[in-house]
């Protein structure tokens, strides 16, 4: 799989090169700066990009607003976030336009290099990765929200577990249910939020975004 | 008739007879009234005005609970609530409108007026003074007059006519019988005169009547105040002159007892001629500078004693500060130019209204004045003729009322406020004061990041390396337990990746950095556990200390909109205009903020008095909370952005 990488700091740039290599990812470029991960991300379009926030040469936000403007060229071209910090804000923007193939992580989730690669592997399949923290926030914000309130505990529980991005089997086995118990929960979450799509990883992540909107 | 009716009549009698007492007693209230009120506000001896009022509350108030208790219908205490007593700052000083006095009573007195002539309340029970006497006290004393008028007429004329008796009789009994009825409407009266009244729209005569009157009391209230300059500035003079034959000692406090004046015209000025006059003097003394030889200088002097050393410097900073001279030279002046210009505008009014007015509208309506003179109210020899003159008049002193109070508040700037030099003088004061202000903050938030590093993440990286030393030596011997130590350190990275992060956010948030104020702020309110609506008219992004300091005042008020106020719903609006960022935040908490006393306000006050910024907070008892924040900076064009 064709990996493009950006990241500013070399040590961690070499250090999540060397840790996708070593998974069997082919790193086709590991680029510094913003103008310079656009120009990768539309000139070689590779199978996934692992983009972190901030990079030079403004120190900002270059690496998201890079990602956004591919994805805006290359729609649902899979991107993955990292940032030493999260936020909503940021979270929305990346799902705003509503289908998949994006993560956001904080950088510690790095340090679990099995937890990691699949995440990166679920963005690659057009899937989803949102950090647990995006997802804690999230929840305590919207418990009194208005679609959110039509939802029982377990499917909270459950939607919690999709938006970071786990499949069904992940979550039966987090909460200890059976895959098709699993399967009728997202079902009547679909249901509850009115998402009648057929395409099951894009329901997913509208779910996630009627989560983030329901406020 | 029942015995019962006969004992209800009975009691309404002696009621009738005490609420007769009472409103007679407030004729006395009302003489009293008059006797503090007049020179209070002609005169500007304002230091009257209050005692009248509290004197009369308990009477109108028991008036009000009789009311309540004898005819069940409850009247309902109008007053506004008592302010609270000022509260000293930090620095021991108390704060009053925008201003610090260094004794309370000045800011006491001044809320304490405020509170009672501004409440109208106040004005209410001035009216049931007036009026009551009129229509109430004979309503609820004609029961009491006739029973007693009957049997006195009934004793003493009884040997002289066979119908007195009957007739006393008769009239005591009506007494006794219309007693109840009269009491009963002597309650609804005294509500509709005492009671507060129902929020509603007020007639829009009535408002152009009350804003007139408010008009006429101020331009009065000035007009005695211009007059009180007079013995001031004699006593000045005659202090000079004592200064000049060597009696130093009287000076000082003769000049800073006589600032009240001046500061209250003032804080008048920007009050009622919305002319801000912001305080001139040179407010504080240096410490008298010590020598080696134990003496201490105050400029080429030498003096034995602190004291007098102090006391030479306060009188330094006094004869130096042209405040002080402007200020004379304002009282010798404003007797003659606030005495002349308001004096001949409430002339003009009253002399319009009553000298030309009233003795032609006597002639008209057919009434001889016997006098004989007409020094006034004639003109052109003509009674008549001076109908129309006097209209005019008043007319002219009305329509110029206005004109007047507003020049009068700039004849006040013109003396009273501070000039270039003071005002640079005053500058450089705010600016030393906010200068320490910000490197105290500076310095404490450098040491707390130190502490918090110290004590965290460091600590933390010390344990992990001691941890990896020693998996190091596990390694080969004991596997597992060097897994298990693994496990550990990685842990331990985590947290302290976690409480650098949060050690970052305390310092300059993320997005703050990456995107600036506007998304820090939606950010923000996501964050929050409250629902925040966020509302941006921007068209760039201020300079990024302003951003810092605005982002972290909008974080403090939404934290203590959920902290302390239990709010519900937030919002956050953001403009720009005529060069100031304003920030307004509010909660539909249950307020009583009181920006004296929170401590967290005061850092926020703090925290943008480095930028010349100002807080401004409403927060009523019951909410709702309103922060207005108000920075004067510059804007600088958004880079340019997506979204």
Not at chain 2, 360 to 383: C, F, I, K, N
Not at chain 2, 439 to 451: K, P, S
Not at chain 2, 490 to 496: G, L, M
Not at chain 2, 601 to 629: A, N, W, Y
């Amino acid at each position: 799989m064709r990996v493009v990488l950006a990241e500013d700091l070399y040590l961690l740039r070499d250090g999540l090169s060397r840790m996708l290599t070593a998974h069997g990812f082919d790193v086709v470029a590991a680029v510094e700066t913003g103008p310079e991960l656009l120009e990768a991300l539309l000139g070689m379009r590779p199978d996934v990009a692992v983009v972190d926030v901030r990079l030079p040469p403004t120190q900002t936000d270059e690496g998201l607003q890079a990602a956004l403007a591919a994805r805006r060229e290359v729609p649902g071209m899979p991107v993955l976030v990292l940032s030493q910090h999260v936020e909503q804000l940021y979270a929305r923007e990346l799902l705003a336009d509503g289908t998949g193939g994006v993560g956001y992580l904080l950088k510690d989730r790095v340090f679990n290099a099995e937890q990691f690669i699949d995440a990166v592997r679920r963005v690659a399949g057009g899937g989803m990765a949102m950090d647990p923290d995006v997802i804690a926030k999230l929840l305590a914000r919207s418990s009194r929200d208005a679609p959110m309130t039509r939802l029982t505990p377990r499917e909270r529980e459950v939607l919690e577990l999709m938006a970071e991005g786990r499949s069904n089997s992940a979550i039966g086995q987090r909460l200890f249910l059976s895959e098709s118990a699993v399967g009728k929960h997202t079902a009547s979450i679909f249901g509850k939020l009115d998402l009648t799509q057929s395409d099951d990883d894009n329901r997913r992540v509208l779910a996630v975004l009627a989560y983030l909107n329901g406020m | 008739m029942t015995t019962k009716g006969v004992r209800g009549s009975a009691v309404a009698l002696v009621r009738g007879l005490a609420l007769a007492g009472l409103g007679l007693a407030g004729v006395v209230s009302l003489a009293l009234h008059l006797a503090f009120l007049v020179p209070g506000f002609g005169l500007g001896l304002i230091f009257l005005l209050p005692l009248p009022i509290l004197a009369g509350r308990p009477l109108t108030n028991l008036v009000r609970r009789l009311t309540g208790a004898w005819s069940g219908l409850p009247v309902a205490t109008p007053y506004r609530p008592r302010p609270p007593a000022p509260v000293p700052d930090a620095d021991g000083r108390y704060p009053h409108v925008n201003r610090l006095y260094r004794r309370p009573w000045f800011p006491a007195f001044m809320t304490q007026l405020d509170w009672l002539l501004g409440d109208p309340a106040s004005y209410r029970d001035l009216g049931w003074m007036i009026v009551n006497p009129l229509l109430g006290v004979p309503l609820a004393g004609l029961p009491a007059a006739l029973v007693g008028a009957g049997g006195w007429y009934a004793v003493s004329q009884a040997g002289r006519h066979w119908w007195a008796v009957p007739v006393g009789v008769a009239a005591a009994l009506a007494g006794l019988a219309v007693a109840p009825a009269l009491v009963a409407l002597h309650a609804r009266w005294t509500r509709l005169l005492l009671r507060p009244p129902s929020p509603g729209p007020v007639g829009r005569v009535r408002r152009w009547y009350a804003r007139q009157l408010l008009l006429l009391v101020r331009l009065l209230a000035l007009l005695g105040l211009s007059l009180l300059a007079l013995p001031l500035a004699m006593v000045s003079v005659v202090g000079l002159l004592a200064y000049g034959l060597g009696l130093v000692v009287v000076l000082p406090p003769l000049i800073e007892n006589f600032r009240w004046l001046p500061e209250l015209r003032r804080t008048l000025a920007g009050r009622w001629s919305g002319i801000d006059v912001p305080s001139p003097y040179l407010s504080r003394d240096e410490v008298p500078h010590r020598r080696p030889d134990g003496r201490y200088q105050v400029g080429s002097a030498l003096y034995r004693t602190e004291r007098w050393a102090a006391y030479n410097l306060r009188l330094r900073r006094l004869t130096r500060d042209r405040a002080t001279w402007r200020d004379f030279l304002w009282l010798l002046v404003d007797p003659i130019v606030g005495g002349l210009s308001l004096g001949a505008t409430l002339a003009a009014i009253g002399y319009g209204l009553f000298g030309l007015l009233v003795p032609g509208l006597s002639v008209l309506a057919g009434v001889r004045s016997d006098g004989g003179t007409d020094w006034y109210g004639a003109v052109a020899g003509s009674t008549v003729a001076a109908i129309p003159v006097g209209l005019a008049l008043a007319v002219l002193g009305l329509v110029a009322a206005p004109v007047v109070l507003r020049g009068n508040g700039r004849w006040t700037a013109l003396l009273l406020a501070p000039t270039a030099r003071a005002q640079l003088a005053l500058r450089v004061q705010r600016l030393t004061e906010t200068r320490s202000d910000a490197t105290d903050t500076q310095a404490a938030e450098l040491r707390r990041i130190e502490r918090d590093l110290h004590d965290g993440a460091q600590a933390r990286l010390v344990a992990m390396g001691i941890n990896l030393g020693n998996i190091e030596h596990l390694l080969d011997r004991d596997p597992q337990a060097a897994r298990a130590l693994l496990a550990q350190a990685r842990e331990a990275s985590a947290k302290a990746l976690t409480e650098l992060r949060d050690l970052v956010r305390g310092i300059h948030p993320p997005v703050l950095a990456e995107r600036g104020l506007v998304d820090a702020v939606r950010a923000l309110a996501l964050d929050i556990p409250l629902r925040t609506e966020v509302t941006v008219a921007l068209a760039g992004r201020p300079e990024a200390p302003v951003e810092s300091a605005a982002y972290f005042a909008v974080s403090e008020l939404l934290t203590n909109a959920v902290k302390h106020a239990r709010a519900t719903r937030a919002t956050v609006a953001l403009s720009y205009a005529g060069g100031r960022l304003r920030i307004v935040v509010t909660d539909d908490g249950r307020g009583g903020a009181e920006p004296a006393r929170g401590s967290g306000l005061r850092g926020l006050e703090r925290r943008l008095g480095t930028f010349d910024g100002v807080v401004e907070m409403s927060s009523p008892p019951g909410g709702p909370t309103t922060v207005i924040l108000e920075v004067p900076c510059a804007l600088f064009s958004p880079r340019t952005s997506i979204s």
